[in-house]
């Protein structure tokens, strides 16, 4: 199985506040996609990336893949409350069967 | 309307009994999964069925027997529960193998949260 190792583990800060969100491995993937999870919901995909090196912007959410498509980040700028949730990384699995996810990131931010 | 359904949401049950969690997907995906979030958070493929025919099996307890009727429909049976099967379970699905196709999307349902007393 392919490891994804997410940090920081937890992460509280206050409204306006930028932060970042790191997913490594030591596996190389063809893809990785990040997706969001609230309390009591499903987790949902905010972005996939695939070619090294790629940055992909959303809103106040900026993704990047690293140029060896073993690691990337997601950072986001001026934070707000309903930034609040888990953030995942997600890459293939050797099988290419199935998504292998990170152990994820809870972030609240407070007002 | 809700793409990805499971039912129950909430599952409250005793060592040693024996419960069923269903799943419905309605966006005409043909491959469709179970995961299981513990405590931690830390989400794991359990199976997955693409056109009703099982494609992944993890390392999962024989305990745990999922079916899928047609490809709608993948439901997980759980016998004789423990106190560790306590979690979340999530049913999902998508079009096509979602780690064969780059950028393939997986819709989750909103979580089964089955705790065993």
């Known amino acids: 199985t392919q490891l994804l190792e997410q940090s920081p583990q937890f992460l509280s800060i206050q409204e306006g506040e930028n932060l970042t969100v790191y997913c490594n491995s030591s596996s190389v993937f063809s893809s990785l996609q990040w997706y969001r999870q609230e309390p009591g919901e499903g987790p949902v995909l905010l972005v996939t990336?695939?070619?090294?090196?790629e940055v992909k912007k959303l809103k106040r959410l900026t993704f990047q893949f690293g140029d060896a498509r073993k690691d990337s980040s997601l950072h986001i700028t001026a934070a707000q409350p309903g930034d609040t949730g888990l953030y995942l990384c997600a890459g293939r699995s050797n099988s290419g069967y199935a998504l292998n996810f990170g152990k994820g990131t809870s972030l609240l931010v407070t007002p | 309307d809700t793409a990805v359904s499971q039912t129950p949401k909430y599952l409250v049950t005793q060592m040693g009994n024996d419960k069923s969690i269903k799943c419905e997907q309605n966006l005409g995906h043909d491959t469709m999964y179970w995961y299981k979030q513990d405590s931690k958070k830390f989400l794991k493929i359990m199976f997955s069925?693409?056109?009703?025919?099982?494609?992944i099996n993890e390392t999962v307890p024989n305990r745990f027997s999922p079916k899928s009727p047609d490809k709608a429909h993948l439901n997980l049976h759980i016998n004789s529960l423990e106190l560790g099967d306590s979690a979340v379970y999530f049913c999902?699905?998508?079009?096509?193998?979602?780690?064969?196709?780059?950028?393939?999307?997986?819709?989750f349902g909103e979580g089964s949260w089955l705790t065993v007393v």
């Open positions: 069925y693409n056109n009703k025919e099982l494609i």
């Open positions: 999902a699905s998508s079009q096509g193998i979602s780690g064969q196709i780059i950028g393939n999307t997986i819709y």
């Open positions: 990336v695939v070619t090294g090196g």
